[in-house]
């Protein structure tokens, strides 16, 4: 079985700044693309980043140049740093990953997801 379980979110104020982590664990052969989505309360759930296996990413363009995905493969886990954050960002976020298994088959998982509230 596999679980992806997300930390680090919380309540700040406008213009500060969080890091999220999501780790992996279970019968992983290996993970190749992992990625943030988030959804606010009566919205859908939209893409955040993603970032695959060899470290190439990409962002929604209402996060690029104050968000950075990045991820440790030793360690199984992704990570979201968020800055400047604005109220608008408020929602739940939830990490989502691309497991490989030893018999070459892929599956994705999700997260239960961790609370971001941004006050203004």
């Known amino acids: 079985q596999v679980q992806l379980v997300e930390s680090g979110g919380g309540l700040v104020q406008a213009g500060g700044s969080l890091r999220l982590s999501c780790v992996a664990s279970?019968?992983?052969?290996?993970?190749?693309?992992m990625a943030w989505y988030r959804q606010a309360p009566g919205k859908q759930r939209d893409l955040v980043a993603r970032?695959?296996?060899?470290?190439?990413?990409n962002y929604a363009d209402s996060v690029k140049g104050r968000f950075t995905i990045s991820r440790d493969n030793a360690k199984n886990t992704v990570y979201l740093q968020m800055n400047s954050l604005k109220p608008e960002d408020t929602a739940r976020y939830c990490c989502?990953?691309?497991?490989?298994?030893?018999?070459?088959?892929?599956?994705?998982?999700w997260g239960d997801g961790t609370q971001v509230t941004v006050s203004s």
């Open positions: 279970g019968n992983i052969f290996s993970l190749n693309d």
């Open positions: 970032i695959t296996s060899g470290g190439i990413t």
């Open positions: 989502r990953g691309w497991v490989l298994f030893r018999d070459r088959t892929e599956y994705d998982y």
